[in-house]
């Protein structure tokens, strides 16, 4: 009848997370005017609880760079792990501004191993990075190994990181660089600024020309930790930092017999940091 309310249940079904596009279509008899008769929807499912990434049928999602997308887009609802299945990513990874992260809302990824779990990708000069993180909180990554192999040149960060308000952690990870370096343009792990919270422990950083560094002139640095680490065959330095408070370094060795510049080694090199070193 004419002005007259129905509630009808046109669906019931879970959605994966990501976003989604509904039309409901109603078809009424004696209804001459179809112009009004579909009705559009999108929304935005966020990711909530654990899933699994890896090339097996019972995987969720079959590619890290897909997940990654996806929470770019939607963002997160409650605490998330992704499980990586052993085997070789060939992807190159950048995680931003993801929504609903919080202390609680936290996202892992975790492997199987620093050795058999292998994110690597090709690096280059306009996207010299292996993974890339910018404005995002409460993130770690755990067992997994991530590999930089250049395409030319010395272009070969591995890991990026800026605008980090709380909560980076790389733990029980492999971060390398591969083939030759020549210059800072081939680092492990490179902070842009804006940095808080970052912690890397009981994991291997090898080779690079430095293994962690600064880049840039908004410097600004807070609660650096490094706990149970190896740092090896850096050509210019192992913690090359600037503008920190409260850096904590402990338990940490560095080593390396390389000297590919004319300045020599350095093992760790701080100006302008407060913090405890064990």
């Known amino acids: 009848a004419p002005l007259t309310t129905h509630v009808l249940q046109l669906l019931n079904m879970q959605f994966v997370a990501g976003r989604h596009h509904i039309d409901a279509v109603i078809i009424a008899a004696g209804d001459t005017i179809t112009s009004n008769d579909t009705i559009h929807r ?12 890896g090339n097996g049928a019972e995987a969720d999602y079959s590619s890290i760079t897909e997940v990654v997308d996806t929470l770019n887009a939607v963002g997160v609802g409650a605490p998330v792990v992704f499980n990586l299945a052993a085997g070789n ?46 404005n995002v909180a409460n993130v770690t990554f755990s067992k997994v190994g991530i590999l930089s192999r250049p395409t ?26 591969k083939g030759s370096v020549t210059n800072v343009n081939g680092s492990c792990v490179v902070l842009e ?18 293994s962690v560094r600064y880049t840039g002139n908004n410097i600004n640095y807070r609660n650096v930790l490094f706990n149970t680490n190896r740092i090896t065959n850096f050509a210019k330095a192992g913690i ?26 350095q093992g760790i090199s701080l100006t302008d940091v407060t913090g405890t070193f064990t």
């Open 193 to 210: 600024g804006n940095v808080a919270g970052l912690t890397i422990q009981n994991s291997w950083i090898d080779s690079g020309w430095y």
């Open 89 to 134: 990513y060939n992807e190159k990874i950048y995680l931003h501004d993801v929504i609903g992260s919080s202390a609680t809302n936290t996202i892992s990824f975790v492997g199987e191993s620093d050795s058999t779990t292998l994110l690597t990708a090709a690096t280059a000069s306009g996207t010299n990075y292996v993974m890339k993180l910018d």
């Open 42 to 53: 999108d929304f935005s499912v966020r990711f909530c609880g654990t899933y699994s990434i």
């Open 240 to 265: 090359f930092l600037r503008g920190v408070e409260n850096i904590e370094i402990t338990k940490t060795d560095l080593i390396s017999s390389r000297s590919d510049n004319t300045r020599g080694l």
């Open 152 to 177: 030319s040149g010395s272009y070969s960060n591995v890991i990026v990181a800026s605008n980090i308000s709380d909560r980076l952690a790389i733990e029980n990870c492999l971060v390398r660089v």
